[in-house]
């Protein structure tokens, strides 16, 4: 309890273990589960209880629970969230309002996204107001049935590489194409990692089953087979059939789109900190630059300095995705806005300031450090690097991209890597295949904090100068065991504890005797601490160990004795030495094992 006998507030997700608990509390789990037993809750420590129990548990030791705005977004792996998923959780929860899903669009090349797009705004968005043309600004908003959807739409873009990472980090929901006439192929499996990297619900749009030679089953089956299983088979994934092309199925999609943004809790405090993400932008004549923004928290309004990288600038005007002038725009509105001084990169967290002033020391700052905000400064990481933060307990898992050469080696290397677990880490496999070492690959590691292993492949030179700008450290392999050895090593490094020695206490000898059962024995005057007996003991010449093991005996007054403080004489015998000299000196330890945990 605060000094003040106030309840400290904190944050609690839906279901927590008697173990977590104890650790959000700062109270050791006996006392938890004392407090439990006291509540008529019998449980042990790894035992998951309900939000409320631990919400009275809590308000006994001093807390007042808040359910956590996400499970996603416990505090345990923040670093993992998109950042501004992490400001949002900051919001006080009872700030919080429902806002429209943002929704990104991924699958495999020619599987229809552009075409889904396209159908979607074509069916759904009313013609603009200025010059009946609808703008494409990178993202559009859609009503069904009286609530608003938003889509980024950005696929043909060239920045859309580098969206697809950090796009997917910017959605709330992804939908994924998948053609029912061509199934599984590489970039939907990539498209899958993104999403799961970014903890974003998928939605897999089945599209193309108007095709003659269209095999929804199987594809059903194959997205089964990797962890997508489709919700008539009871799996958790909703895979609507569709025909972008023939616009058949996009109200079904609509449809499933708000089920599941009603069960992913999507939320912002429309009168919060005002942030958002760089859709994309661009220098135009006469307007100069000219950025989609995703306002993700907070209403921006026109005269807001925004920062966002290196770039800055008041906001002079600001169109809706219909092209329309308008001067507020709250949470999930995509808007096109002019005002900054620079063209800011797609994928950029950008953030309102109080004044140009701070707008300038920010940009300012940044440039001494050579550093750039949000997404971009999200960089990948060294092996050693990730496995320092799997240290700190930052991070629960290593993150791993795969690429081999053939199915042949990446099968093994994938069941062999996915058996490794040391305690609670785990090895995360977040996407295999063969090829290459692509860019893509790059940009998904960089945005999830992942390294990529390289098996009898090589990067692909653009993707190897992408992985120096981006700092994403690429590994290459061609033994499997090595590759194995190499991961496995490192993990239990990690977690073999740290052997500290501590010193219990130092005696000085006095004289040398023989004992009949011991052979030579020392007499002693502890100088330092206390002696055990049943702890190690090294016999010390001047600055040289001669002898390092256990005590035969300890005795005082020729009484056995467990211990001797400082002050007092003793002698000591030791197991398997016999040759004490005047002047040495015992020194007495024990071997603590610092957790790395
Ligand atoms: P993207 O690369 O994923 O954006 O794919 P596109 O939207 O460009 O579509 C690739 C091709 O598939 C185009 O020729 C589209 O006309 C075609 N296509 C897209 N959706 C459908 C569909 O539902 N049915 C049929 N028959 N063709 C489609």
Same mark, same amino acid.
């Given at each position: 309890m605060s000094d003040n006998g106030e309840l400290k507030p904190i944050e609690l997700p839906s279901s927590i273990t008697v173990r977590e608990l104890s650790e959000h509390l700062q109270a050791s789990p006996i006392d938890v589960i004392k407090t439990l037993m006291a509540n008529g809750v019998m449980a042990n420590i790894n035992q998951e209880i309900d939000f409320d129990t631990a919400a009275i548990i809590a308000a006994e030791l001093g807390f007042d629970a808040q359910l956590e705005i996400s499970e996603a977004e416990s505090g345990k792996d923040i670093s993992e969230i998109p950042l501004w998923r992490q400001w949002i959780a900051k919001e006080t929860p009872k700030n919080l309002q429902p806002r429209p899903p943002v929704i990104g669009i991924l699958g495999h090349v020619d599987h229809g996204k552009t075409t889904l797009l396209d159908a979607i705004r074509e069916a759904n968005v009313a013609e603009g107001e200025v010059g009946g043309i609808t703008q494409h600004i990178g993202a559009y908003q859609v009503k069904h049935n009286d609530r608003f959807i938003s889509f980024i739409d950005t696929p043909g873009h060239a920045a859309f590489t580098a969206m697809r990472a950090r796009g997917a980090q910017g959605?709330?929901?992804?939908?994924?194409?998948?053609?029912?006439?061509?199934?599984?192929?590489?970039?939907?499996?990539?498209?899958?990692?993104?999403?799961?990297?970014?903890?974003?619900?998928?939605?897999?749009?089945?599209?193309?089953?108007?095709?003659?030679?269209?095999?929804?089953?199987?594809?059903?089956?194959?997205?089964?087979?990797?962890?997508?299983?489709?919700?008539?088979?009871?799996?958790?994934?909703?895979?609507?059939?569709?025909?972008?092309?023939?616009?058949?199925?996009?109200?079904?999609?609509?449809?499933?789109?708000?089920?599941?943004?009603?069960?992913?809790?999507?939320?912002?405090?429309?009168?919060?900190?005002?942030?958002?993400?760089?859709?994309?932008?661009?220098?135009?004549?006469?307007?100069?630059?000219?950025?989609?923004?995703?306002?993700?928290?907070?209403?921006?309004?026109?005269?807001?300095?925004?920062?966002?990288?290196?770039?800055?600038?008041?906001?002079?005007?600001?169109?809706?995705?219909?092209?329309?002038?308008?001067?507020?725009?709250?949470?999930?509105?995509?808007?096109?806005?002019?005002?900054?001084?620079?063209?800011?990169?797609?994928?950029?967290?950008?953030?309102?300031?109080?004044?140009?002033?701070?707008?300038?020391?920010?940009?300012h700052d940044r440039q001494l450090q050579g550093e750039q905000s949000g997404a971009a400064k999200h960089a990948g990481m060294t092996l050693e690097q990730l496995f320092a933060r799997v240290q700190s307990g930052e991070a629960q898992e290593l993150r791993l991209i795969i690429k081999a050469d053939v199915q042949g080696s990446l099968e093994p290397i994938i069941s062999s890597l996915e058996e490794m677990q040391v305690e609670d880490i785990r090895v995360n496999i977040l996407h295999a295949d063969t090829g290459n070492v692509s860019e893509n690959d790059v940009m998904l590691a960089s945005s999830?904090?992942?390294?990529?292993?390289?098996?009898?492949?090589?990067?692909?030179?653009?993707? *190897?100068?992408?992985?120096?700008? %981006?700092? =994403?450290?690429?590994?290459?392999?061609?033994?499997?065991? !090595?590759?194995? /050895? @190499?991961?496995?090593?490192?993990?239990?490094?990690?977690?073999?504890?740290?052997?500290?020695?501590?010193?219990?206490?130092?005696?000085?000898?006095?004289?040398?005797?023989?004992?009949?059962?011991?052979?030579?024995?020392?007499?002693?005057?502890?100088?330092?601490?206390?002696?055990?007996?049943?702890?190690?003991? *090294?016999?010390?010449?001047?600055? %040289?160990? =001669?002898?390092?093991?256990?005590?035969?005996?300890?005795? !005082?007054?020729? /009484? @056995?004795?467990?211990?001797?403080?400082?002050?007092?004489?003793?002698?000591?015998?030791m197991k398997g030495f016999n040759d004490f000299e005047d002047g040495d000196q015992v020194v007495c330890y024990k071997i603590e094992e610092v957790k790395v945990f």
């Open positions: 959605a709330d929901i992804v939908v994924l194409v998948v053609a029912a006439d061509d199934g599984v192929m590489p970039q939907t499996r990539e498209a899958i990692a993104h999403a799961q990297a970014a903890r974003v619900p998928i939605i897999v749009a089945l599209n193309k089953i108007d095709r003659p030679n269209a095999v929804p089953d199987q594809v059903k089956q194959q997205l089964a087979e990797i962890g997508l299983v489709p919700d008539e088979w009871d799996g958790d994934t909703l895979v609507i059939p569709i025909s972008a092309k023939e616009q058949k199925g996009l109200d079904d999609l609509l449809e499933a789109i708000l089920l599941v943004a009603d069960n992913t809790k999507i939320y912002a405090n429309p009168n919060g900190e005002v942030f958002g993400t760089v859709i994309e932008a661009s220098q135009e004549r006469g307007r100069g630059a000219v950025a989609t923004l995703l306002v993700q928290n907070g209403t921006l309004k026109t005269g807001d300095v925004v920062v966002t990288g290196q770039s800055h600038g008041r906001i002079k005007a600001m169109f809706d995705y219909q092209g329309v002038a308008i001067k507020k725009a709250p949470p999930s509105s995509p808007i096109s806005v002019m005002g900054l001084d620079e063209i800011p990169a797609a994928g950029e967290i950008f953030k309102v300031v109080e004044s140009t002033k701070v707008a300038r020391t920010i940009v999830s904090d992942a390294i990529i292993i390289g098996f009898n492949v090589n990067p692909d030179p653009p993707a *190897r100068r992408l992985a120096d700008t %981006e700092k =994403v450290s690429i590994r290459s392999y061609n033994i499997i065991y !090595r590759l194995t /050895e @190499d991961i496995d090593k490192a993990l239990r490094g990690l977690l073999a504890p740290e052997q500290k020695e501590v010193v219990l206490g130092r005696a000085n000898v006095l004289a040398v005797f023989s004992a009949s059962k011991i052979g030579k024995a020392a007499g002693c005057r502890v100088v330092e601490g206390t002696l055990y007996r049943n702890a190690f003991m *090294r016999v010390m010449r001047g600055d %040289e160990a =001669v002898f390092e093991g256990e005590a035969a005996s300890l005795k !005082r007054h020729q /009484e @056995d004795v467990r211990e001797v403080r400082e002050g007092f004489e003793c002698g000591i015998g």
